[in-house]
């Protein structure tokens, strides 16, 4: 079955129209398929999984100690950055409250509230880093067993 129409609807959905336009025809939609598994996100682990499974881990001090320090690092600039941002947002917002927005403007600042975005993304990914080196090959195998066995 040939599927050269996804391209073009996508691109309608895209473009804000309504999808109700797309089922006066009588036609279905196609089903969805189900999400990739995430490449990235499986190779790290969020300081709450080690943190609840501390014991399970054998988490010695040396590792604890240097986990808290990377957690109290970034969340040391996650305020900032977070604050930034929540301004960027707002100028973009009123930008786009104006009854002719100016393109060149609008544009111009949801490119610093992209940057913004991408400071705070590339920070939580130093971190999660971080906290994946300070684990032994042996604890980075029982984490993935423990999200393989959650529900």
């Known amino acids: 079955m040939t599927r050269r129409w996804l391209p ?77 941002l929540q301004a960027a947002t707002e100028q973009l917002s009123q930008l786009l409250d104006a009854p002719q927005v100016d393109e060149v403007k609008a544009l111009a600042q949801a490119s610093e509230v992209m940057k913004l975005e991408t400071e705070i993304k590339k920070a939580h990914l130093a971190l999660l880093i971080r906290i994946r080196n300070l684990l032994t090959d042996a604890q980075r195998a029982k984490l993935q067993e423990l999200r393989r066995s959650a529900p």
């Open 8 to 84: 073009a609807v996508l691109a309608v959905l895209a473009l804000g129209f309504p999808a109700r336009a797309l089922a006066d025809d009588g036609a279905k939609p196609p089903p969805r398929a189900p999400a990739p598994a995430d490449p990235i996100g499986g190779k790290l682990v969020p300081p709450e999984l080690i943190i609840s499974h501390q014991s399970e881990l054998r988490i010695d001090d040396r590792q604890r100690d240097a986990i808290l320090k990377e957690i109290e690092r970034a969340q040391a600039q996650f305020p900032r950055l977070q604050w930034q």
